[in-house]
């Protein structure tokens, strides 16, 4: 077969190869032979398909790992189990949602106090008097000057905002106040 298909190669590099007795040198044959077919003597139909495609590996892995023999098999109950399992998972997920209503609502009312808080000291005057709405642009700029002063934002800690300061947290931290802090 090898002496079989290097004729044809050999046929098939003919053309190229020129007449003239001087000009075929045995480079010029080999030059010839090259070009002609691949870099692989074996033609190409016997060659083998090392794999096909390329397959995704994460599909792969999947694969591996769901029959895997450490795997555990999945469950299969019976209607009373199942129906019992479902009433717990079911029950489970009620009570998570009860939490997390419970949690925003605790949440909600912070910060209608924070809001309420604000509102008092933007409605207080320098003596600690809280003043109506309309007479509070009748006493001018005294009034809602702890307000001001608190929403200040500008020049604090060498210009970093006090949002950076600390890291905002539903609750406060395990350690207390470190008095023995300075700058």
Known sequence: MNSLFSLRCLRSA???IT?????SQPSTILRAIQQSRSFSST????KRNR???KKDARIQLIRYFLSHPLTPRPLRFSRDRYLRHWTIHRAWQVYKAQQRTQHERDLERQYQSMREACEALR???SAGNIV????AAAQGKNVGRLYRIAMMKN???GGVPIEYARIQTDSPSTDGWNY????
Request: net charge negative; proline share 17%; aromatic share 6%.
């Open 43 to 46: 033609p190409v139909p016997q």
């Open 51 to 53: 794999g096909g495609p």
């Open 19 to 23: 007449a003239s007795p001087a000009a």
């Open 123 to 125: 409605l207080m005057d």
């Open 132 to 135: 109506k709405e309309g007479e």
């Open 180 to 183: 023995g802090w300075t700058r």
């Open 14 to 16: 003919a053309p190229q």
């Open 155 to 157: 020049d604090i800690w």
